[in-house]
């Protein structure tokens, strides 16, 4: 039988929406106003987008921010994508177990936990706090991300597909490139935009090995809110959320063409 959504669910629904999504709204709506607070909207404005495009530091911490997210989430996801196939390919289940509870014990340790060990790990080893201890640290902690999103995707492979290649006389790499990989893109995919928004929106570790001269926006907006509410913070969040909303419609183009390139496949 199908579950019917009663009236009351409605509801609930409606109010989780609107506790997640108004606050959001209202840091946006404030970035047009003319005055400088938010206890007061005066009038219609784009003075603060005008000022946040013309402060230089800024543009460069965005800069820094989204190269960092997308190297991190690049090398991230090859890594990744290795390691859970390291995973799937182990011979014995107590191999598997072992290591897909090393690699889930880094998801759920808390950020503090890891940026501080990050800290010294870099300073005992003579790595000088700046973009690429941050890089790392990125990389680090998307990995296990990336692992979690494609190794479901190979255990949902049937192994009848590589044994069809082999027969067919592919070798090691023609199976790899040409049965596995498009097999598991969709979780390729899921994994590199999770690397991504984890990478940019991190402060706790970032905040642990960020040096002097080098920044990122989550620890740049700390700094700012910490010496007062500026509405220039609210065009920027403003401005995050619509990168955010479009690399959601970005991966949902990007899955929905995977889905029906596969059932193509499977009807040829």
């Known amino acids: 039988m199908d579950k019917k959504i009663t009236p009351l669910s409605k509801l609930f629904l409606a109010i989780i929406f609107f506790i997640l999504y108004a606050p959001i709204f209202f840091l946006i709506f404030y970035s047009f106003n003319s005055g400088d607070t938010m206890y007061d909207f005066e009038g219609f404005s784009l003075d603060w987008y005008r000022e946040l495009f013309q402060d230089t530091r800024l543009l460069i911490i965005v800069l820094n921010t989204i190269v960092i997210a997308l190297l991190s989430a690049l090398i991230a996801t090859i890594i990744g994508v290795l390691g859970a196939l390291v995973i799937y390919l182990a ?113 706790a570790v970032t905040f642990f090995v960020t040096g002097n001269g080098f920044s990122t926006l989550s620890v740049e907006i700390y700094s700012l809110a910490r010496r007062g509410i500026a509405l220039n913070i609210n065009a920027l969040s403003a401005l995050l959320f619509l990168f955010t909303m479009l690399l959601v419609v970005i991966y949902y183009f990007i899955t929905r063409a995977s889905k029906v390139n596969g059932m193509g496949v499977r009807k040829r």
């Open 91 to 203: 011979k014995k289940n107590q191999t598997k177990n072992t290591l897909m509870s090393l690699n889930n014990i880094l998801i759920v340790s808390p950020d503090v936990i890891i940026g501080a060990s990050f800290l010294i790990l870099f300073t005992m080893a003579g790595i000088k706090l700046g973009f690429y201890s941050v890089l790392m640290s990125h990389i680090a902690f998307s990995i296990p991300i990336v692992v979690l999103m494609v190794l479901p995707k190979l255990l949902e492979m049937s192994p009848s597909l590589i044994d069809a290649a082999r027969d067919l006389g592919a070798g090691r790499w023609n199976i790899f490139t040409k049965v596995i990989i498009p097999y598991i893109t969709p979780g390729i995919w899921a994994g590199f935009f999770m690397a991504l928004t984890y990478s940019f929106d991190d402060f």
